[in-house]
């Protein structure tokens, strides 16, 4: 197998860096190599919408900004035709769900290559986050099995409530290749006064 | 900074947006049936409307849907969105 | 000890440490606690600054936002600051400050000669002498900004940190006394997300110089724990020293947050932002923003040493000075009557409390009556007198009945300090901004909230209420209010009691009527800072203006840092009263973003410097091109490597070079950055051809085209190659910086003009990596390298894709060429892009493989004449000027197609592409030159184009150029000229845009 590279992967990890009241209040990981899948279809098809299901353990979520999950795989809303499907990687009930859908009007994309994960944890990640993030994070308002996407720092990402099994809350970025490693060099400066570690990835 | 209501993902900052223009100018059926004036009519003119303006959204940095806003050109404040395909709301229902 | 001025004790200062600091090159001290200003006045300075256009020597007006004479430059070198108000200046260990106003300096000041030739400046006196002749300005306007004097900008990088947030909150509290402290403590107990922000360091507004008590304790003690209750709740977030600075389109506010001011410049730690930027969607804004006190408007009131009531009643309770030994007051409300208690609590001799009102009664004028204080009813000051060190006498007047003329002399009163006050003006700034508008209140005299056209209301003195009792009810009742409409209805709060004295009635007076006795030719200053005046404003109504905008602009008044603050109601109200009308017919000025001045730094954030002013992208390649010391080129928001030059090569050379070696050998670009688009479905050909100008219907699976994207009119918008990867299945790429835009067109249509088309697209220009192998050496490179299908010209011929395994990774490989040459482009996932392309390195080692970079690529395409959209055209340029009629299909419709038709776009005479080939071949004519057809003809010489495109090729070891010509295409052979800016003048030859090859059999080399 040949050698992969992450879009993160000039970027030296681990790394810490304390804030300015001695503390370490945001972390980040990388979450490289996961499957990314863009699937479009017609949500009112319920041979499509049963498929999925049939194969990947969830129903489609069609409630906008939100997210569903079986096992190791999520699917995110995008729009109301379009969805995103992470994973762990092409694997048997994925291949049958390219044969079930093929009969049917839609389009499911690999983008793994094009995208990946960044995650963002620690008391202060929403103050990190705010310094670039318009919308409204507050726990009230942004909880568990919600997605959104959104504009950081002139980045197309999407943003969904995760949790770390080592960490508790985080937030998983999904952001495009090219603009990765910007990003998350933003955001490590962004939270240069809170203090942060950058764990090594997770793949 | 407005804060414009996309009918899928809820309110948003405008910077998430990108305007297209008026709403509800379709493109002729047939352009070679209609002269140059009529072309040009379609291409260029716009009504450039003081007070409420239907207008095409597009929710670029999100769910990249298109949609129509009525917006009020001199106040900014928005009236109404509805969908790609709905009528625009009567003025005074 | 910090000054001669400094009561023992008392005050909200910290005496147990001293602060020494600089002014004007003078040591002092002060403690923690004080402004710039008080710890100054502690000192006993009164001269602060002179004025803009007299020069007048002036003193502290006011203790807040609202001071427009005490401007000073804070700090030195990059961390200068010009202009800021001594008054909210906090001191700080070995701050350093100087006076903006005084050049050359503050005791004599030339152009205080301005004061002795006043009569010769009138308003717009600038205008009307400056102006003409015109060439002269620009000799008189260095002069007049000089003497104008106003503070200097640094020039060295700001060595600070500035950041912003984004916030969301039920309820935005501005203003943190005593209206805004209750409306944000209602709000928290009902639950609601609360934002509190004060511009000053503490939290109390005017209950920081305030004798009251509040529900049994002192008003500090009151404050300090409701501020400990909000601290306590985490739904708050209180933002001390924090200015409410703009109120913008549906409830967002912008809110200049001071963070490390009051540390001193390098002292506070560096990961600390200096300041930050918090952008606020409310839902609900309370406008607990309080008022300003007014002057009142008489000879000589600018003198040093006038002071507003509520400045000095600041400066003796929050600060502990005692301003002056002695004091006296002129008032036309209550509000002087609490100065003169707190002048008199400090130790002053107060000479006497002087009322425009003719019979002042209740239990303000009893207080002040039982200290003995003299008070005069129905009288004015109509002049001061001055010395050196400022004001030292006040002339007493006795009023009409009716108020409107002098009645009597009743002749000089000693004083230093003269506390004044005109009644208030409730801060509607904000209010305003928002887009409401204040109306005049003749009750209050003044201007108040009108209707609220967004979701905020006022509570407290910003909405005219000026009792103590009045405004904790108000801002309690206004946080409930705010609170319920954003959701939030629990929580309990009692309103608190207070024994304060109600506010009593006021008595406008906009202007105090002129002695005959006095001193001829006294002004009576409207803008302290600019030093309008009552005459200046009548001036302008004679001379036939009539709108407060114009007014302002012609008199300069509310023009200066201080925007009006103090002067403009005032001002506004002698306008009306020379127009004879009521001051809601004359109205207010535009109440503008920001409320008091915002720092560059904090609004540009962190998004500085090459790194974040825009994001950067970078292809999975990226790390290699540095390793290998490319130079690289900002296309789009992609770094794309330009050139790698090898030792110490120039870029001439380099480029050179890898061209030769690409047309020779075999060259590498990294080609990752052209747009993808994945499209599926049945409709998909359909839609393609509704796209492009060609038809798409007979495409077959696994073959490429070449296809132009017009915009509606007819002009070319992209270009690029589209691949049918199966039926109803293309991969359509795009130009680099196009991509997003293409993406969105074609969702545009799809979704809003034919959205019965069944077609889905996906953006995948991130996921694929992609290496273009281009040169006669490249299928052999490739076969070397291990690919599982034929690369032999007759299995795989030119404008065909095939996908496979290239060295053990899969890819799609395809024969496509934008530099004429054999090439192949290979696709890899991106997260191999890397392994591909350091294979394809190690196996092209032994064909001396060279990769190249964006300008190579120009050089390559421009030999062989393809175009680069953007660059040979312009938003004005179709198909048919380019001669690719070949590419317009005659049989179907596309986007653009009708307008190819348009009269204008169907002349013949219209800008088309050529070659130009310069006579001298070893000159490279610059991009953008104007083309004429001879140098010699009249003037204006007729210009019949530009070039586009212009590189010297090595292969043709000459120069070549892509250019734009009227009516080019008829026209190969003739000469034009470029008439370049230096004035040379070069001939050049016109000829096929196509200077190698034009039989294009190097792409095809199907005989391998």
């Not at chain 1, 999950?69 to 390219?98: H, K, M, N, Q, Y």
């Not at chain 3, 200097?152 to 402290?181: E, F, N, Q, S, W």
């Not at chain 3, 008032?331 to 019979?359: C, F, H, I, K």
């Not at chain 3, 065909?800 to 990774?809: D, L, N």
């Amino acid at each position: 197998m040949t050698s992969r590279f992450s879009p993160l992967s000039e970027i030296k990890t681990p790394q810490r860096q304390l804030g300015a009241s001695d503390r370490l209040d945001c972390w980040f990981q990388e979450q490289a190599f996961r499957a990314h899948f863009n699937l479009r279809g017609d949500p009112q098809n319920s041979d499509f919408l049963q498929a999925v299901k049939e194969q990947l353990g969830f129903d489609l979520p069609l409630v906008p900004n939100t997210v569903s999950v079986a096992g190791r795989w999520r699917g995110c809303w995008l729009a109301p035709d379009e969805w995103l499907l992470l994973g762990p990687g092409r694997s048997e009930p994925f291949e049958t769900l390219v044969g079930d859908l093929s009969a049917m009007h839609h389009s499911l994309v690999d983008l793994s290559g094009g995208q990946t994960v960044i995650r963002i944890g620690g008391p202060a990640w929403r103050d990190v986050l705010g310094s670039a993030c318009t919308l409204d994070l507050h726990p009230r308002v942004f909880e568990a099995g919600h997605c959104a996407q959104t504009v950081l720092t002139h980045s197309n990402v999407l943003m969904i409530h995760a949790h770390d099994d080592a960490r508790g809350e985080a937030l998983d970025i999904v952001v495009r290749r090219s603009f990765a490693d910007d990003l998350l060099r933003w955001l490590i400066d962004a939270a240069t006064e809170v203090g942060f570690e950058l764990h090594r990835p997770r793949t | 900074m407005l804060q414009i209501d996309c009918p899928w993902c809820g309110p948003r900052d405008q910077d998430e947006f990108q305007c297209g223009g008026e709403a509800h100018i379709v493109r002729p059926a047939d352009p070679e049936a209609l002269s140059d004036v009529q072309w040009a009519d379609y291409l260029f003119n716009r009504a450039n409307t003081k007070g409420a303006h239907a207008e095409q959204w597009c929710h670029s940095g999100g769910c990249r849907r298109w949609f129509n806003v009525v917006r009020d050109t001199v106040s900014y404040q928005i009236a109404d969105v509805y969908l790609v395909g709905d009528s625009p709301p009567k003025e005074n229902p | 000890m910090s000054g001669a001025r400094r009561s023992p004790a008392g005050g909200l200062i910290d005496r147990s440490h001293s602060i020494t600091f600089r002014f004007n090159g003078k040591e002092y001290s002060g403690h923690p606690g004080d402004t710039l200003a008080s710890a100054l006045l502690a000192q006993g300075i009164r001269l602060f600054g002179r004025s803009f256009k007299y020069h007048r020597p002036r003193g502290v007006v006011g203790a807040g936002a609202e001071e427009p004479n005490a401007l000073v430059q804070l700090g030195e070198g990059a961390y200068s600051t010009p202009n800021l108000r001594a008054t909210q200046i906090e001191l700080y260990q070995g701050l350093t400050a100087r006076t903006v106003n005084g050049w050359p300096s503050l005791a004599f000041d030339i152009g205080s000669i301005n004061n002795w030739f006043a009569r010769l400046l009138p308003a717009g006196f600038y205008y009307k002498t400056f102006m003409w002749p015109r060439s002269a300005w620009t000799h008189y306007e260095r002069f007049i900004r000089r003497a104008a004097g106003l503070g200097v900008a640094p020039t060295a990088p700001d060595p600070d940190r500035y950041d912003k947030m984004h916030r969301h909150c039920d309820v935005l509290v501005a203003g943190g006394g005593p209206a805004g402290l209750l409306a944000a403590l209602a709000a928290a107990r009902a639950g609601a997300r609360v934002i509190l922000a004060d511009e000053q360091s503490r939290f109390g507004g005017s209950l920081l110089y305030s004798d009251a008590k509040i529900s049994g304790e002192s008003a500090l003690d009151w404050v300090n724990s409701t501020v400990d209750e909000l601290r306590a709740n985490s739904n708050v977030t209180l933002l001390p020293r924090s200015t409410v600075t703009g109120y913008y389109d549906h409830n967002f506010l912008v809110i200049n947050e001071r963070r490390t001011h009051h540390l001193g410049p390098g002292q506070a730690d560096p990961r600390v932002s200096r300041e930050r930027l918090w952008r606020v969607r409310a839902c609900q804004v309370v406008l607990a923003t309080g008022a300003i006190e007014r002057p009142l408007v008489f000879e000589g009131n600018d003198v040093p040493g006038v002071m507003l009531c509520s400045a000095v009643s600041t400066y003796i309770r929050r600060y502990a000075v005692v301003p002056a030994r002695r004091g006296a007051v002129f008032t036309n409300n209550d509000s002087g009557y609490q100065a003169a208690v707190d002048m008199a609590w400090a130790g002053m001799e107060v000479s006497a409390v002087v009322d425009l009102r003719p019979r002042p009664t209740g239990q303000a004028v009893e207080s002040v009556e039982a200290l003995g204080i003299p008070v005069y009813p129905g009288h004015v000051i109509v002049a001061t007198r001055s010395n050196a060190k400022g004001l030292n006498q006040i002339e007493l007047a006795r009023l009409t009945d009716n108020g409107s003329d002098i009645l009597s002399h009743k002749g000089l009163l000693d004083c230093q300090v003269l506390a004044i006050s005109g009644g208030w003006s409730p801060t509607v700034h904000l209010h305003s901004q928002s887009g409401a508008k204040a109306r005049f209140d003749d009750g209050l005299a003044g201007f108040v909230p009108g209707q609220s056209v967004q979701a905020e209301r006022s509570a407290g003195s910003s909405a005219g209420t000026f009792d103590l009792a009045g405004c904790l009810g108000a801002g309690a009742r206004a946080g409930v209010a705010a609170a319920r409409a954003s959701g939030w209805s629990g929580g309990h709060l009692d309103i608190p009691m207070t024994q304060a004295a109600q506010s009593g009635s006021i008595q406008a007076c906009w202007e105090v009527p002129s002695t005959e006795l006095g001193p001829t030719g006294a002004k009576k200053f409207l803008d302290f800072q600019n030093d309008t005046t009552v005459a200046d404003v009548q001036l302008a109504v004679r001379e036939g203006y009539r709108s407060i905008e114009h007014v302002k602009r012609y008199t300069a008044l509310g023009f200066g840092t201080d925007q009006g603050k103090l002067g403009n109601i005032n001002g506004m109200a002698v306008l009306a009263d020379a127009l004879g009308q009521t001051l809601n017919e004359t109205g207010t000025t535009t109440f503008r973003p920001n409320y008091t001045p915002v720092t560059f730094g904090a609004i540009a954030g962190r998004a500085i410097g090459e790194d974040r002013f825009d994001p950067i992208r970078k292809t999975a390649v990226h790390p290699w091109h540095v390793r290998q010391g490319a130079k690289f080129e900002n296309v789009g928001q992609w770094k794309r490597p330009w050139y790698y030059p090898r030792h110490g090569e120039d870029m001439h050379t380099a480029v050179n070079r890898e061209c030769a070696a690409t047309r020779q050998g075999v060259g590498v670009l990294d080609a990752s950055t052209l747009g993808k688009i994945d499209i599926k479905g049945p409709d998909a050909a359909e839609f393609l051809n509704r796209l492009y100008t060609n038809r798409w219907d007979k495409l077959q699976s696994g073959r490429c085209r070449y296809g132009f994207m017009l915009g509606e009119d007819g002009m070319i918008m992209d270009d690029g190659v589209t691949t049918c990867l199966e039926p109803g299945h293309y991969l359509m790429t795009t130009t680099t910086g196009g991509a997003a835009a293409v993406m969105g067109w074609m969702e545009r249509w799809l979704q809003t003009e034919w959205p019965q088309l069944k077609v889905f697209l996906t953006s995948v220009t991130d996921h694929w990596s992609v290496m273009s192998v281009a040169g006669p050496r490249s299928r052999q490179l490739l076969e070397g390298l291990g690919c599982d299908f034929d690369l032999g010209g007759a299995a795989f011929p030119f404008m065909s894709m095939r996908e496979g395994s290239v060295a053990g990774i899969r890819a799609r490989v395809s024969r496509i060429s934008f530099s004429g040459e054999l090439a192949f482009e290979v696709s890899v996932d991106a997260n191999s892009g890397l392994a591909l392309w350091e294979a394809v390195m190690e196996a092209g080692h032994r064909f001396d493989i060279t990769p190249y970079g964006t300008e190579a690529m120009h050089v390559l395409r421009a030999e062989k004449g393809y175009v680069i959209v953007g660059q040979d055209t312009d938003g004005s340029v179709t198909p048919l000027d380019l001669g690719m009629q070949w590419i317009v299909s005659e049989t179907k419709d596309f986007i653009g197609k009708r307008s190819l038709a348009r009269s204008d776009t169907a002349r013949d005479n219209r800008k088309q592409l050529v070659g130009l080939l310069t006579k001298d071949p070893a000159y490279v004519l610059p991009e953008g030159a104007q083309l004429v057809n001879a140098p010699s003809e009249s003037r204006p010489v007729p210009m019949m184009g530009h070039v586009s495109s212009s590189y010297f090729s090595a292969n043709l070891m000459r120069s070549i150029a892509l250019a734009l010509v009227k009516g080019g295409a008829s026209r190969m052979g003739n000469t034009v000229y470029a008439q370049l800016m230096d004035g040379t003048i070069v001939p050049a030859v016109i000829t096929s845009s196509v200077f190698l090859d034009p039989e294009n059999e190097r792409q095809r080399q199907e005989a391998a």
